[in-house]
């Protein structure tokens, strides 16, 4: 079905089952151990062998020999395949250098053999047998140093990537009061407890692959233009996934090996990414250098916004669109936001949560509180002045639903934030200085066509059948909530099937889009079963109402499981008229906390975030989604850093030791608070997501925060103790 006006009257106006916190339906199996995830599917196939995979070890160059003789005799070994007997793999829409195959070498761990062996040790064994050399070429790896040679770039979440209104240059020049700083992030790893993992098995010319992907139908894409194949002889199974942060949005190595490798043996083939390999042979989120820019009068009214963003990547890869909420923010006649991409010859770059946006407001948010000092404004009072009618980036488009104002008072009253000091480093509790800050969060909200099947069985029962991916996110249960909703059947009847390629293509989990639209989905599926459920008791679809199990329509009243079984297949798809608008979602984000006056050992206090993002589906999913990422963002404000070796080329830290995370113990405190918000733009439910906007502005608040507890402002992340002595 078509959305292609604003949600009048829908189905789910009063909805009893939707928008009420409830436990995930698929908890039991992952609390229990048996959710199967792709490593652990020891059942779907007989004969699985282990593979094993070797990463480059240059940078930039390629391969001048390989000596494979002692692996292929290593005890157990059943194949060996190896880059310099293979031809490059092909690329596809959604990766750059090609994942296996041919001497050149585009970067540090790409991978280039693999050893296929009856056990994982005997694989890994025989692997570190293998002798490379190799011819290394100079290569790139300082983004500081490549930066003034950047080009303007296309960006990865927002097709216009440039944008100017009015005469950026002028109106800064001429305004009151101005702040130009620049800010830098560091490269960021997904650092997901899953690896990379698939098991894969040929029958014929048919591949299935076990894996752990967040985009089903992409990825069952990419891997037919990788491997050269037809699409629709490939399936990919994913029903769950430990984590992806973007990292799994797209096919990588393991994938492609353990196809390869299954062919190589003539068996199954299961492989998991090692951990060291994890981090320099897969995607990553690019560092940034971000200029800021902000004119105003002297009442702290935005004459002049000005974002730009450099980043480099591999040729071909995108931009981290670091510019991309501060179209949206503010308001502001005269604008400027750009990102720029230079060529750098690290491991590839590409989205990790909230791409564009989670450093984009380290920079944006930071500046904000910079000049509302600067202007002796408290810094909420300054982001009030400047709220905006429509899209400053693009005044043709009005917001679909935009509650900041009531985030940043809502979040004031709760946090306590009128007892916060404006003069820094003015409060002390023991050896601690304390400090509260404060940022916005803006991320877009996507919405894509999703498909669904929904079937009713002659008990009644409701089966939900879509290629959805649950990336721990709570996929299963508010499709589980829209369905019970919209057929009128209590949850426990509703079964949820998700992650195989042959169910009907939905959005799959990326971009925060995954809630909004897969729900949407099934509620254009449950809209045609509903229409066939009345057309078979000779009921008027749009009078009948489905409740309690039974259909009723002005006196007549029958039981739905009469009308089973019955299947219905839907889409949902969205006209041109939201092209008028921004969709996007808000938050106010508060933290507090304490900087030790002797060691400058930051220790958050507490955390806040106020969220408009639409109706809640599920606000106890919803709450874990922005607490993880909250946490995600105090991470990168505080400890998260790929260290590039810029001599060699690859980040260093590529272990879970050397990349540090925060644990419970480093989060003491965290609140999320809801708006009772409805964006009938979006989709007839409403909803939009919230994966996302939980890591846009948290990190900022912190940082903020250190600020005013110290009087140091640190402009390079993550603020780590060293920068602040
Ligand atoms: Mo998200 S970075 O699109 O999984």
Avoid at 33 to 57: F, K, M, N
Avoid at 99 to 127: K, N, P, S
Avoid at 234 to 251: A, E, M, N, T, V
Avoid at 628 to 657: I, T
């Amino acid at each position: 079905m078509k959305f292609d006006a604003p949600a009048g009257k829908t189905i789910v106006d009063d909805p009893t089952v939707i928008g009420k916190s409830t436990r995930r339906i698929d908890g039991p199996r992952k609390t229990t151990g048996t959710a199967p995830y792709a490593y652990e599917r020891h059942d779907v196939v007989s004969g699985q062998a282990y593979g094993y995979i070797v990463g480059s070890a240059i940078a930039r160059g390629r391969i001048t020999a390989m000596n494979l003789d002692a692996a292929r005799k290593a005890p157990g070994v059943i194949a060996v395949i190896a880059a310099t007997e293979t031809e490059p793999v092909g690329t596809s829409p959604f990766n750059t250098a090609p994942l296996f195959g041919g001497r050149d070498i585009a970067h540090y761990h790409q991978a280039i053999a693999c050893v296929v062996a009856e056990t994982f040790e005997q694989a890994r064994a025989a692997a570190a047998l293998i002798r490379t050399t190799y011819d290394r070429d100079a290569g790139d790896y300082d983004l500081a140093k490549v930066k003034d040679g950047a080009k303007i770039a296309p960006g990865w979440s927002v097709p216009e990537d440039i944008q100017r209104n009015g005469n950026f240059a002028e109106a800064y020049a001429a305004a009151p009061v101005q702040l130009d700083q620049t800010y830098t992030t560091p490269d960021e790893a997904h650092a997901m407890m899953e690896p990379f993992a698939t098991i894969a098995a040929w029958e014929g010319d048919k591949l299935t692959l076990w894996t752990s992907n967040q985009m089903i139908n992409w990825s069952k894409r990419a891997l037919a233009s990788i491997l050269k194949m037809p699409a629709e002889n490939i399936r990919l199974d994913s029903p769950f996934i430990g984590g992806g942060f973007g990292g799994k949005l797209f096919i990588r190595a393991d994938a492609v090996l353990a196809a390869l490798g299954a062919k190589a043996a003539g068996r199954p083939v299961k492989i998991a990414m090692q951990r060291p390999l994890m981090f320099n042979n897969a995607t990553h989120r690019p560092a940034t250098i971000q200029r800021v820019r902000i004119g105003t009068d002297a009442d702290g009214r935005i004459l002049a916004m000005g974002h730009e963003c450099w980043s480099g990547n591999l040729p071909g890869g995108s931009a981290e669109n670091g510019a991309a909420q501060t179209r949206a923010l503010y308001s502001g006649p005269d604008n400027l936001t750009v990102s720029y991409i230079s060529r750098l010859d690290l491991p590839e770059g590409n989205a990790m949560r909230a791409p564009g946006e989670a450093v984009g407001h380290l920079a944006l948010e930071v500046a904000m509180d910079e000049l509302a000092e600067k202007l002796g404004l408290d810094p909420i009072e300054f982001r009030l002045r400047n709220e905006p009618e429509r899209m400053p980036g693009d005044p043709s488009k009005r917001f679909s639903g935009r509650h900041l104002v009531e985030c940043l008072r809502e979040g004031a009253d709760r946090f306590g934030w009128s007892a916060r000091q404006s003069r820094p480093a003015s409060v002390r509790d023991g050896r601690w200085l304390v400090g509260m800050g404060v940022a916005a969060g803006y991320r877009g909200a996507p919405i894509t066509k999703s498909a669904a099947r929904v079937s009713l069985d002659n008990a009644g029962r409701v089966r939900v059948e879509t290629d959805m991916t649950d990336i721990g996110t709570g996929s299963y249960t508010i499709i589980a909530q829209t369905a019970a909703e919209c057929i009128g059947v209590p949850l426990d009847q509703v079964r949820v099937d998700l992650g195989d390629s042959r169910s009907p293509v939905s959005s799959g989990s990326g971009g925060q889009w995954g809630a909004a639209s897969s729900t949407a989905g099934v509620y254009a599926a449950c809209v045609e079963l509903r229409r066939m459920v009345a057309e078979k008791f000779g009921m008027n679809a749009d009078t009948a109402r489905f409740e309690g199990g039974r259909v009723v329509d002005g006196k007549t009243r029958r039981r739905l499981a009469e009308a089973g079984p019955l299947s219905a297949e839907g889409q949902m798809d969205y006209g041109d008229f939201q092209n008028d608008y921004d969709m996007g979602t808000y938050a106010g984000h508060f933290a507090e906390v304490g900087v030790d006056a002797y060691t400058g050992e930051v220790r958050i206090r507490r955390m806040l975030a106020v969220c408009d993002a639409g109706r809640i589906l599920n606000p106890l999913s919803a709450r874990s989604q922005v607490i993880g990422a909250m946490v995600m963002s105090a991470g990168s404000a505080l400890m998260e850093d790929l260290v590039v070796d810029k001599r060699f080329g690859f980040f260093v830290n590529h272990d879970l030791a050397g990349y540090e995370v925060p644990v419970h113990a480093d989060i003491p405190h965290q609140e999320v608070v809801f708006l009772d918000t409805l964006d009938d733009v979006i989709s007839p439910l409403k909803a939009k997501g919230v994966g996302e906007l939980g890591i846009c502005g948290p990190g900022a608040a912190i940082a903020n925060a250190v600020y005013n507890a110290t009087g140091v402002r640190v402009r390079d992340y993550p603020i780590t103790l060293d920068k602040l002595i």
